[in-house]
């Protein structure tokens, strides 16, 4: 970067990590300062709003860093906003995670200390390219972009499961969060059903996890994709059929253990661009943010983000 002052543009979101973001922040606010860094901040008031605040501030050109304070989710409409804005020349994003996830930080190599991940940033040098998958969903007429992953079927529907549960944030505050995905999984077990889903040329009658990976990790540091990464170009599809129960709950338990690549039961597609169908409506998420219950038909590509943090 030619400014060796750089000014932040902060977008903070203070209900990530269900209130963990509350106490992270003062801390890094307390650096910028100690650290004579000049910045200005902003607080995301609602779902949404990280997108909205994150165009403006593209479209106002008045920063040289775009600093993300939040969990996967804020990180997520922070991006949607800026490659919406369509900027000629992209105002580098960095991050400092506060999440409950943080798949994206893990990923990328982010320290979850506040002041290592600061510190990764100021000492940065150059611009880290980023992966960002890409999708077109023709039925509905909806176009966005993801950070770590797009997922239809089983895991989507423990995503709505957490979302609309007040467990998720009481969990959260006793540092149980992985139990309640466990809860919640357990309860989407017992109602998913399989789904036939088609990918390209491929038909599958019995799917019952079908997830669109940018990164290695989901749900909180699983290791599904473990050759993916943010800096390469790509994604990779996994599909897991469901053969019989027992099957399932072998793979599921591969899943649990970040191990699931080990399993001859889960077909994968990697490639730059992919052709998605399902034939009936299934819950679908974006960076473990409920997208909709649909039928969908989805073309999947990458862009490029530019980052500005070292990774570990
Ligand atoms: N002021 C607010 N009030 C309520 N929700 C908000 C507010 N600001 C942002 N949000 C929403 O909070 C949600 C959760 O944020 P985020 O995903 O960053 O945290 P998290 O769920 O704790 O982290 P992770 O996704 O890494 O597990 C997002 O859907 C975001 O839109």
Redesign the pocket.
């Known amino acids: 970067m030619k400014n060796k002052n750089p000014k932040f543009s902060i977008i903070v ?6 209130g ?2 509350k106490k992270i922040w003062p801390i890094v606010e307390r650096e910028l300062k100690r650290r004579n860094l000049a910045y200005e901040c902003f ?9 909205t605040l994150a165009k403006e501030i593209a479209h106002k050109r008045e920063c040289d860093i775009i600093l993300v304070l ?8 922070v991006i949607n906003g800026l490659l919406f804005a369509k900027q000629k020349t992209p105002i580098p994003v960095s991050y400092i ?9 893990k990923s990328y190599g982010i320290s979850n200390t506040p002041i290592k991940a600061l510190d990764q940033i100021i000492n940065c040098q150059n611009i880290q390219n980023v992966c960002i998958g890409h999708y077109i969903e023709k039925i509905g007429g909806r176009e966005g972009f993801f950070i770590n992953n797009l997922g239809i079927g089983f895991d989507a529907r423990i995503v709505h499961k957490t ?1 609309s549960s007040l467990t ?1 944030k009481g969990l ?1 505050k006793l540092n149980l ?1 992985q139990f309640s995905y466990a809860m919640k999984g357990f309860s989407a077990f017992l109602t998913q059903n399989t789904f036939e889903l088609i990918i390209g040329e491929r038909h599958f009658k019995k799917a019952y996890i079908s997830i669109v990976n940018n990164v290695p990790y989901i749900g ?1 540091g699983m290791n599904v994709s473990p050759e993916m990464s943010p800096f390469k170009k790509g994604i990779e599809l996994f599909v897991v059929e469901k053969k019989s129960i027992l099957n399932l709950l072998k793979i599921l338990n591969l899943f649990i253990q970040g191990k699931v690549d080990k399993s001859p039961y889960v077909h994968r597609f990697k490639n730059n661009k992919l052709a998605i169908k399902t034939k009936n409506s299934q819950f679908i998420h974006l ?3 409920e997208f909709a219950k649909t039928e969908v038909n989805l073309i999947l590509d990458t862009q490029t983000y530019p980052f500005w943090q070292i990774h570990n």
């Open positions: 979101n203070l209900k990530a990590g269900s963990h973001a607080y995301t008031k609602a779902i949404g709003h990280a997108q939040g969990g996967d989710g804020t990180l997520h409409e995670p506060t999440g409950s996830g943080n798949d994206f930080a979302n998720k959260n969060g909180g960076d473990g943010e």
